[in-house]
């Protein structure tokens, strides 16, 4: 079940994916933004009679500019993607999976929530916790819960938002094949937090170690 708002693209990947690996895609068009396009979706992932085995609750964006320089209806909408929309999906998908006693529910956070860059900080950081909660929540039940925190990424993530590529490092980019075959790996390993990359192991460690205040110095103007 592929879900996102460009139609065509989801046909795509369904149809590439269906040809490669010869499974059957649903393609869900939804706007995870809005109350009507996260509960179209919720209702799918509550589903028993088609049961999902795995949620990825990966859509996102950024935004560039200040809090206080933003639209807030852009803030409000990424709230709603990177918070409302997970916990919805998360909480109609668990339904079904306790039932059967096994599933696994991946979040797509970020190392941002480890830093105070804005308020994709602050959504990213929920994500951990929220994820963080269920895997202890879950523990013995079957079913588990992963937040998978990558660093930068090459993906449209950047070009989206309007930040600057060429600003980054290039030791700091991932792949996506990186990222998610780690990921995976880490999720079938029941592992609570995925960070994957050895460049970002060390980094995410040091930062979860590091004084708040020397965080907080450090990562201003880190995404903003
Ligand atoms: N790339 C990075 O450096 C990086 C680093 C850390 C974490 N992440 C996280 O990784 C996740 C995936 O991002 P990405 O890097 O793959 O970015 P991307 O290439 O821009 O992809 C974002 C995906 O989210 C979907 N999406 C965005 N807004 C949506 C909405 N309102 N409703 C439904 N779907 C929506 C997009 O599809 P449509 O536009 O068709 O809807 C697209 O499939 C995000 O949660 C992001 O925060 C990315």
Redesign the pocket.
Known sequence: ML????KD??DELALDLTNKYRVNCEVIV?????EA?ANHVAKRCADDSKPISVLV??????IKTSFEKTPIAQEE?ML???VR?PMLLTHAALSVMRKRGRGHLVH?????AWITSGT?SAA?AWLTTFSESLSVALAGTGVTSTVV??????????Q?AGMKPQDVPNWMWLS?RLVAQQAWQDVLAGKTVSVPSLQYKVLSTLTRGLPRPLIRRVSKDVMR
Do not use: H
């Open positions: 879900v996102a708002r460009d693209r989801l939804a706007d995870l933004a809005t396009g609750n990966n859509a996102g964006f950024g909408a709603n993607v990177l929309a797509i956070g970020s190392v941002a994709y990213k925190a990558p660093g930068f990424v090459r993906t449209e993530f950047q989206r996506a």
